[in-house]
């Protein structure tokens, strides 16, 4: 793997002084999220998909159904862009147009494989403990036919790039030396994603605790 920026088309041109280059930072953005946002071109249409998905060493897994037109798609071997994007936060400049917002961007190019066997159930695991840790071992585990109505992808973590804006705005010297610059609130505000208080379904007997995993879970 190379690290992120490393080729023409990951080279990050516009506000390149956002840009990250070293790994661990590309690590950092995938393992703190949950929803990646595939792009493919199926028949000179370009789609977006959102999935679910995990990082596992220097490689990117996300399943979905057999029939699935992305998934399909990704297993014939057609190029891939995939996104992960955290938002941090909204930016409020003095002018509108040095408004903006805080973010932590990671993104990759490829093309996918299909897992199958042994390697499928486990990136299934490495996904499962990724988006809900502990998950694995109390769930049911997959029968052979969920199995097949399942496709597991990995996609190599070999071209990539890490975009992450934070902190203030960054106002034009005209506009916080103007007098009316001076009157204008600016600054940003954080955004954080939260978990909200588990809700049991209604065949949950009554009084049965929620597992320990769960309870530790924090966003
Ligand atoms: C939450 C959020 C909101 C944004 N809002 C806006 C907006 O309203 N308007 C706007 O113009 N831009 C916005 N951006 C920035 C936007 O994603 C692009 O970085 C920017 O528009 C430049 O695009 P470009 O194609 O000119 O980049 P270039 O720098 O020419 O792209 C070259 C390469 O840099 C990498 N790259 C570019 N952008 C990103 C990224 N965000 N994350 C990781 N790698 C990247 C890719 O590998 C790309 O192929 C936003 C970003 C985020 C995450």
């Known amino acids: 793997m190379t690290n992120p920026g490393n080729s023409s088309r990951t080279k990050i041109k516009r506000l390149p002084e956002k840009a990250q280059t070293d790994v661990e930072a590309l690590y950092s953005v995938l393992d703190s999220g949950l929803v990646a946002h595939v792009g493919v071109i199926d028949h000179g249409q370009p789609i977006v998909i959102p999935v679910g998905y995990a990082r596992d060493r220097d490689t990117l897994l996300i399943h979905g159904s057999s029939a699935s037109r992305l998934f399909t798609l990704l297993a014939s071997g057609v190029p891939a862009c995939v996104t992960v994007t955290r938002l941090d936060g909204l930016v ?28 499928e159930v486990d990136a299934l695991k490495v996904v499962t403990e990724h988006l809900m840790p502990g998950r694995w071992d109390d769930a049911r585990q997959p029968t052979t036919k969920e199995l097949k109505a399942t496709m597991t992808l990995s996609l ?8 992450i804006s934070e902190g203030p705005p960054d ?28 809700i049991p379904d209604q065949y949950v007997p ?7 995993y769960v309870t530790t879970w924090a966003r």
């Open 92 to 119: 409020l400049a003095r002018s509108l147009f040095e408004s903006s917002m805080n973010y932590r961007c990671a993104m990759v190019f490829g093309t996918a494989t299909r897992l199958s066997g042994q390697a």
């Open 171 to 198: 106002d034009l010297d005209e506009d916080l030396e103007s007098d009316a610059g001076k009157t204008i609130w600016a600054g940003h505000i954080p955004i954080f994603e939260q978990l909200g208080v588990p």
């Open 156 to 163: 190599p973590l070999d071209e990539c790039s890490v975009k």
């Open 206 to 212: 009554r009084g049965t605790s929620l597992p320990d």
